[in-house]
């Protein structure tokens, strides 16, 4: 069967330094991954999306960066985190693109301050 | 560009109820419409999908409906358990990428 793996669960890091989420697929193979953001009080939000390695695709500007270095692993940067990138970052898989459903990881709590 | 609106940010209902909860958007008819569940602190699980051409879709105690004319749909409960309590999103392909775009959701709260 199929697993997602998603970490840290939590950190808290301050503003001006730099993030790194990891986010690694289990079981299948040439997943489509997906990066969204929940801030509170707000729904779900596209952050960036990849359809093979190293192609990456932005949906928003902003102060973040991801990358996919292996078929079944994708990687959420920041340089230098600011206050707003605070959130519940959530990983994500299809099989296929806009026909199918996402099966999410757990998630990643950052508080920036 | 297409938007998604849940209209109830909150619905409490009493134990044995059916809960209904309304998704509107606002352009054109996807090809299909999804549901998930999210629980406090963890990442939203899939329960349902729908398409265009479905105007009902039962899966045990839920079911969903697609209404293209009104652009809506509607997910309910039956049985409503306290075990039902939960925020419930639901979801839609937009954009030339066809990517899933998300309401803000509905938290149902189910009293015993």
């Known amino acids: 069967s199929q697993t997602i793996h998603q970490w840290p669960a939590t950190l808290v890091q301050p503003v001006g330094s730099p993030l790194s989420l990891e986010c690694t697929v289990e079981g299948t193979s040439n997943p489509n991954l997906y990066w969204y953001r929940q801030a509170a009080g707000r729904g779900l939000q596209l952050l960036f999306y990849?359809?093979?390695?190293?192609?990456i695709s932005s949906e928003v500007p902003q102060n973040l960066s991801a990358s996919r270095p292996q078929d079944r692993q994708f990687i959420l940067s920041s340089k230098k985190l600011l206050l707003s990138d605070s959130g519940f970052y959530l990983c994500a898989w299809s099989i296929t693109r806009n026909t199918g459903e996402l099966f999410f990881g757990e998630g990643s709590r950052l508080t920036v301050l | 560009s297409q938007k998604i609106e849940q209209n109830s940010e909150a619905l409490n209902i009493q134990e044995g109820k059916t809960a209904t909860l309304t998704c509107n958007y606002t352009?054109?008819?996807?090809?299909?419409l999804q549901w998930y569940r999210q629980d406090p602190g963890r990442g939203p699980v899939f329960l349902l999908l729908?398409?265009?051409?479905?105007k009902e879709k039962r899966k045990e105690r839920l079911k969903v409906t697609f209404d293209t004319t009104l652009k809506q749909s509607l997910f309910h409960i039956t049985a409503s358990q306290p075990a039902d309590s939960a925020t419930y999103l639901c979801a839609l392909a937009s954009g030339s990428q066809g990517n899933l775009i998300f309401g803000k959701g509905t938290k149902l709260s189910v009293k015993p």
């Open positions: 352009n054109y008819s996807p090809a299909y």
């Open positions: 990849s359809v093979g390695i190293g192609q």
């Open positions: 729908i398409r265009e051409n479905e």
